[in-house]
Each structure stands twice: as structure tokens, then as C-alpha cells.
T-cell receptor, first 112, second 112 residues
Framework: QQQVKQSPQSLIVQKGGISIINCAYE??????FPWYQQFPGKGPALLIA?????SEKKEGRFTISFNKSAKQFSLHIMDSQPGDSATYFC???????????FGTGTRLKVLA | SQTIHQWPATLVQPVGSPLSLECTVE??????LYWYRQAAGRGLQLLFY??????ISSEVPQNLSASRPQDRQFILSSKKLLLSDSGFYLC???????????FGQGTRLTVV
């Protein structure tokens, strides 16, 4: 019940295309859903996050879509660029528990 | 502004040797501190977290231990490394009342 399932494991997208990464969870106590971007050899950096009181959050080319009833959330990268090539992790946490449950990551490659 | 320092960046250690990884946070007081491990092709696994000096919670029983001797210092240790301890170790911090975590640059540990 503590797992966050992330798919796909890897993704190749043409420059200018849309990258979509999906995550699903079981624990309905989760109330914070961040996405992290990680470049090789570096620590993850927070990209965008959402709480379950909204169904969508957009920041620039990055959008989180959240479906509370299906217990799923996804990251959409519009107009994907080669510089977006990285590993993306979804995560979930419950306020006051001090810990994230991470997905297994998606390695995105955007072709020039 | 707040910064997190983690060192060393890479480390190669023989089996059975001790380990000490250090993490410090600047620019904030009384942060929550975390140690995560990232195995190849897998997500991030929370190892330890701390909400204050001397307060350590362990998430996964293992060959490692953590200590917080000062407010903004978090140390990951082992008395005798195993081959299975190899991985990418990440330190992170968050504000006390926040679920948003900020990661360090990581330490690549290879046990040979």
C-alpha cells in the first residue's frame, strides 16, 4: 500500500513532442505529490508538485494532472527539448510523516 | 539562501572497511534531515530521517547507522561495509512544517 508505481521505465521523444509519465498509488492518506528531475550524477531537484485539492497544475512547459478517484497522477512535458533529457521521479507523502515514497523513475531522452 | 553540502562526491571502499558520509545544511535552523539510497535502476529509498539533534528514525534495517551531532549536520556511517551497500547516497532536508525536500548532490559509493 505504500508503493508508488511509475511508468514507463524509459521514454524517447522527438524534440517538440509531448512527454507523458504516469504514476499510481494506493494509500489514500497521501496528500502531496511532487515530481523530481535528476540529471546523471546529481541529486534530484523538485520540478513541480500538486496536492489533491486540484486536478491540474501547470508551470511553464510542465503540467501535473491528478485524478483522485483513480489514484493516479501524471507529468506532461510540452514542447520537449533535448535539455529535458533526465530521469524523472514521482513521489508521494503524507503531511507530518516526514518521508516520501518514490516511484522507480523514468529515463527520458529527447532527440534533437 | 539555503544550501546543502554533501561529501565526498565519489568513494570507493573495500568490503569490511568503515564508512562516514557527511551532510551539512546552511541558511536554516532545525531542519528535518534525511538519508536516501538510490540503487541502479531503482527509485530512492529512505534510510533515515531526523527531526532534531540526536533524534534518528530508521526506515530500513541494514548495515548502516546515522547520527545528528549538530543541528545542521547529518552523518551516515557503517562499521563494516558490504558489497550490497554500493549505491548513490543522497542527503536531503526540509523545513519542519513542510513536505518539500531539497536534495544534495549525492555520493556515489562503490564497495569492492
Amino acid at each position: 500500500q505504500q508503493q508508488v508505481k511509475q511508468s514507463p521505465q524509459s521514454l524517447i521523444v522527438q524534440k517538440g513532442g509531448i512527454s507523458i509519465i504516469n504514476c499510481a498509488y494506493e494509500n489514500t492518506a497521501f496528500d502531496y505529490f511532487p515530481w523530481y528531475q535528476q540529471f546523471p550524477g546529481k541529486g534530484p531537484a523538485l520540478l513541480i508538485a500538486i496536492r489533491p485539492d486540484v486536478s491540474e497544475k501547470k508551470e511553464g512547459r510542465f503540467t501535473i494532472s491528478f485524478n483522485k478517484s483513480a489514484k493516479q497522477f501524471s507529468l506532461h512535458i510540452m514542447d520537449s527539448q533535448p535539455g529535458d533529457s533526465a530521469t524523472y521521479f514521482c513521489a508521494a507523502s503524507t503531511s507530518g510523516t516526514y518521508k516520501y515514497i518514490f516511484g522507480t523513475g523514468t529515463r527520458l531522452k529527447v532527440l534533437a | 539562501s539555503q544550501t546543502i553540502h554533501q561529501w565526498p562526491a565519489t568513494l570507493v571502499q573495500p568490503v569490511g572497511s568503515p564508512l562516514s558520509l557527511e551532510c551539512t545544511v546552511e541558511g536554516t535552523s532545525n531542519p528535518n534531515l534525511y538519508w536516501y539510497r538510490q540503487a541502479a535502476g531503482r527509485g530512492l529509498q529512505l534510510l533515515f530521517y531526523s527531526v532534531g539533534i540526536g533524534q534518528i528514525s530508521s526506515e530500513v534495517p541494514q548495515n548502516l547507522s546515522a547520527s545528528r551531532p549538530q543541528d545542521r549536520q547529518f552523518i551516515l556511517s557503517s562499521k563494516k561495509l558490504l558489497l550490497s551497500d554500493s549505491g548513490f547516497y543522497l542527503c536531503a532536508w526540509s523545513y519542519q512544517a513542510s513536505t518539500e525536500a531539497f536534495f544534495g548532490q549525492g555520493t556515489r559509493l562503490t564497495v569492492v
